[in-house]
């Protein structure tokens, strides 16, 4: 079975990791709304985020 993990980030810098999917909806609209309401370095265009598929018992069972 394989599970979905997201990085979020803004410009190249991640601002957060690792999140489920949860976390990521959470995260992705707060971060989205202090952009557009507060006066930052970035703007909404700097804003991206990564999407990894994962297999839970892949990384437990690897060898390394």
Known sequence: MTEK????????ECLYYGLDSDEFREAWNN???????????YDIEDLSFE??????????DSSH
Do not use: D, F, P, R
């Not at 993990?5 to 190249?12: D, K, L, P, R, V």
């Not at 557009?36 to 370095?41: A, P, Q, Y």
């Not at 999407?51 to 437990?60: A, F």
């Open 5 to 12: 993990m997201y990085h979020i980030y803004a410009g190249n």
């Open 31 to 41: 971060i989205k709304g202090m952009v557009g309401l507060m006066k930052t370095e």
């Open 51 to 60: 999407e990894l598929n994962y297999s839970k018992s892949t990384i437990c």
